[in-house]
């Protein structure tokens, strides 16, 4: 079946599917539902969790093992893919395939990933998530549904926006849900009832706007000192590091398509900052996750930095 965001808590009321894929270009929306997702999992007994993030040379039948090999203390396990690109390769398709047709009622599989290019949309991993499960795609906002998204979220927080400062904050955050939904937040804190322009103005002035879309932007245009700030503000406001992390990667994903941007001699480099940065999140090494990013950052942004010896 397929699902939407404002369809999706709905479905969650009434059961839980064996599978679910969860895409789009809106990380908030997303990140959300996939949150929403896993409370659902862990209410319905589903107490162990594994998280596997899904790069061209990931071991799948690891992924196979963590999906099998019960913990001692749990009797139910969410399985998480992590896969940005979407594409899972051959191996891996047949892999989620064999995962999905498992039925396996102690496990229930979660896939998160970016859009799906349309050739992805007919694969046989993603027709058998259709089959068996459920997919929700978060698609973008449009400028003109803006307005009525941000309201929404505005009441859920307990403010209410008049109609100008509503625009402004649309045309402030126009393709950034995640800001937007940041500076609700942030205004929640300082205001209750009625915002205004007036109200609005000076929070956006005031605030420091560290998110994963700035990170991505100061790391394109190669500025290291800003964006290790920015890295440093994320870790400090409490986000994901592997949200910060998936924005690092779709930064390089995209700086290696457009060419010129990432040399081809750096990306083993970059890709190798990657995986121990990913490792450490997992708790695979032995090092502080945070600081791996940091090192991959500066990486990005052309500022080469050692490697640990190895023994």
Known sequence: MKLTPDTLAAHLAR?????????????LLVGEAADAVRAKARS???ADRVVHFIDRGSDWDDVRAGAGNLSLFAT???????????????????????????RDSDTLLLIVTERLERESQGASWVRAVEANGAWMNA?????????????????????????AALELLADRTEGNLLAAQQEIDRLSLAFTGSIGVAELTASVANSARYDVFTLAAAARAGNAARSLRIVEGLRAEGVEATLVLWSLLRELRQGMRDGGRVARRDVPRLIERASRADRAIK??????AWDEIALFTADLCGVRTPFPRRN
Do not use: C, H, Q
């Open 44 to 46: 319905d007994g589903f």
């Open 15 to 27: 059961a839980l599917a064996p599978v679910y894929l969860l895409s789009g270009d809106e990380p």
């Open 139 to 163: 698609w973008p906002v449009g400028r003109d549904k803006l307005p009525a998204w941000l309201d929404a979220r505005a009441r859920r927080a307990g403010l209410s926006f008049d109609r």
């Open 76 to 102: 139910r396990r969410l399985v998480e893919l992590r896969m940005p690109t979407g594409k899972p390769g051959t191996v891996g398709s047949a892999a989620i395939v064999e995962l999905i047709e498992r």
């Open 283 to 288: 708790g695979r090494l032995a090092a502080n």
